[in-house]
């Protein structure tokens, strides 16, 4: 009888049980605008359908991806077409004057669930939130028979800036269009609406285009290489060009479908009229003197060999026509971007079809004949009803009449064009590059610069001054010299695209700390839905300095107030009983590497350093400071 008594209980406990931490507090990443947490939960109960109403002009897409979200969740929907009759409900409704139509509402009541907004991309947003809601464990394929508990409350929210990009860069290394389009689904779970398809470069021509098909049986492909970017060894005479790869129409079709149900809009970017190696080895004619003889490897070749389109020949006009006629009809977004990007113009000086050009226009030198290219580029875009976008090289020699600016070189190309009252998009490669190291650099795989998580979150696209009407939003860039696989595009991007999505989505007002709290509950998320991120925000962050002593000193900072910093000169691995970190070090004498471990709550979280005092030697030399009073 005990016995069975026993296993009752134990029946019930389990039956009892609701899966998952009971959220304690909500975690949404960007911030919302406004949330009120209510008392009690909603409770999904297994195997138990939830009927479920969606306004039937949006239902078909929406409720595509809301399964495919829940589909691990054990959750089972029933659709019902009346309101009053539906558990959880999407009800578009008609905008209230100056509301976004991304903005929502969203109630998760006792018995009921509701989102309501004005657009799809509302309803859309509305149930991105809803899904942060639940634990983390949801998404994982193997945990599916347990009931699922939300909080009530009640949110309302809407984006600060219309535009909140990603660019995946997918010619330095080709990813693909599977990966493409996980890269999009992950962006738009973050509330970011536009993905920069950065199509074309030295390194690969990625897009189908018809009437010249050279460009994807010879400019996507090149010899395959590991190695550092810009120290590898040029594609070998009689070498096969065996890497790269390119999307058709058809998938570009596929991947638009995919996006636009995410409210994502795919911009693609044909970067012109530099970076383009793979473009001259595909059809030499269009280069200046002579083209390169095989698409670019990662070697260096700026300023050697010829990587820009020749402005002075009426022929790369005809391919430009025609190349941007079949991206207009391909992609609806209204805008296209044309690179203009670090344009190499000393063969343009030399050649005797661009200076001939430069005579007939009346332009005085080689930035007025990028800028007329430019110009023609535009005339051309818009004859398709489009819209140019360049990044902030486009601004010399004059900007077209009509184009949009993305600001990369931090943000005096944008406030330059916003003040000439262009529409900018601000990039600047201080807090948006996500191909920068992010943490201490002998611990990440090997890039240049930095770009740390709170530089991220640090950014502010509109500039003191500067009439915020002209500012569309942000991007992160990913460029991807350095990155070699889809699941480093995910370490690069996360957690660095989460602190850019709530620049962009949500209204002024920071808190890194609570930040910080969030994106610790995001990387669990992740983990469960098997998306790869970086922790390096965790690490030490350390500065050798020389002091005014003439010493070498070492800094040990972190980017979160409340770690811990433990370090050892004496080869052994530290930990929380090592020396604890609270003002600049010397060197030991004889020392050769000092080693650093940091803690939060008394948990080592951050990985440990490694680097030898050679190394932080050297670094010190870039670097003088007063120490304490000397
Ligand atoms: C760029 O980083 N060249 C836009
Ligand atoms: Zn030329």
């Known amino acids: 009888m005990k016995r069975y008594l026993l296993f009752f209980t134990l029946w019930i406990c389990v039956v009892c049980t609701v899966y998952g931490e009971v959220p304690v507090s909500i975690s949404i990443i960007p911030r919302p605008e406004q949330v009120e947490v209510q008392e009690g939960y909603f409770t999904f109960r297994h195997g138990r359908p939830v009927s479920i109403y969606c306004d039937a002009t949006v239902s078909k897409d929406l409720l595509e991806v809301l399964y495919e979200k829940f589909k691990y969740s054990g959750i089972v929907f029933q659709p019902v077409s009346e309101k009053n009759k539906a558990v959880l409900s999407f009800v578009l409704e008609p905008a209230t004057s100056g509301e976004s139509s991304e903005a929502y509402s969203l109630q998760v009541g006792k018995k009921d669930i509701e989102v309501r907004a004005s657009g799809y991309g509302g309803l859309f947003y509305g149930m991105q939130t809803l899904l942060q809601l639940f634990p983390a ?13 939300i909080p009530c409350v009640y949110i309302k929210d809407a984006p600060r800036f219309s535009w909140r990009g990603l660019m995946l860069d997918v010619s330095r290394h080709f990813f693909t269009k599977e990966e493409v389009m996980k890269y999009i689904d992950e962006l738009s779970e973050y509330k970011m609406n536009v993905f920069h398809w950065h199509l074309t470069d030295d390194q690969g021509w990625r897009l189908e285009i018809s009437s010249f098909p050279r460009l994807t049986e010879v400019g996507a492909w090149r010899a395959k290489r590991v190695g550092d970017w810009w120290t590898r060894e040029r594609q070998q005479s009689g070498e096969a060009a065996t890497y790269g790869g390119f999307y058709t129409k058809e998938d570009v079709r596929e991947v638009i479908a995919y996006a636009q149900k995410r409210n994502v809009t795919v911009m693609p ?92 226009e009346g332009l005085s030198n080689v930035q007025e004949l990028q800028s007329y290219f430019i110009k023609r580029m535009e005339k051309i875009l818009q004859s398709k009803g489009k819209h140019l976008v360049g990044w902030d090289e486009i601004i010399e020699g004059g900007l077209a009449p009509d184009a949009t600016v993305m600001s990369w070189r931090g943000m005096s190309g944008g406030i330059h064009a916003a003040k000439e009252g262009h529409h900018v998009i601000m990039t600047p490669n201080e807090h948006c590059y996500l191909d920068l190291y992010q943490g201490e650099p002998t611990r990440e795989p090997n890039t240049y610069s930095m770009c740390r998580l709170s530089d991220s979150y640090a950014f502010e696209p509109v500039p003191e001054g500067i009439d915020s009407s002209y500012i569309l939003g942000g991007q992160g860039n990913l460029w991807a010299e350095s990155v070699p696989t889809f699941r480093h595009a995910e370490y690069m991007t996360w957690p660095r695209g989460w602190a850019l999505s709530e620049v962009l989505w949500s209204q002024k007002g920071k808190d890194w700390d609570d930040f910080v709290r969030r994106v610790s509950v995001h990387f669990t998320r992740a983990d469960s839905a098997d998306i790869n991120y970086s922790r390096s925000v965790y690490n030490a962050i350390v500065t050798p300095f020389t002091g005014s002593d003439g010493q070498v000193w070492i800094e040990l900072g972190k980017e979160i107030e409340d770690l811990d910093i433990y370090y050892t000169f004496d080869g052994t691995n530290p930990d929380a009983h090592s020396s604890v970190y609270s003002a600049p070090i010397t060197i030991p004498l004889n020392a050769t590497r000092l080693r650093v471990i940091t803690y939060q709550s008394g948990k080592p979280v951050g990985q440990l350093l490694s680097i030898e005092t050679e190394e932080l030697r050297n670094r010190a030399k870039n670097t003088k400071r007063v120490v304490g009073n000397l």
Request: charged residues 20%; aromatic residues 12%; hydrophobic residues 35%.
């Open 137 to 149: 464990s949801f998404r994982k394929p193997a945990l599916s028979q347990n009931d699922w508990q």
């Open 269 to 360: 970017e044909i970067d012109v009229p530099g970076h383009s190696v793979a473009t001259l080895v595909s059809y030499p004619g269009l280069a200046c003197f002579k083209a390169p003889d095989a698409v670019n490897v990662g070697n260096k070749f700026y300023g050697e060999d010829e990587n820009s389109l020749c402005v002075g020949n009426d022929s790369t006009f005809i391919f430009m026509e025609q190349v941007l006629s079949e991206v207009a009809e391909l992609f609806p977004s209204p805008y296209i971007h044309i690179g203009g990007d670090e344009c190499f113009k000393g063969f343009w000086s030399r050649c005797p079809k661009c200076q001939a050009r430069m005579k007939s």
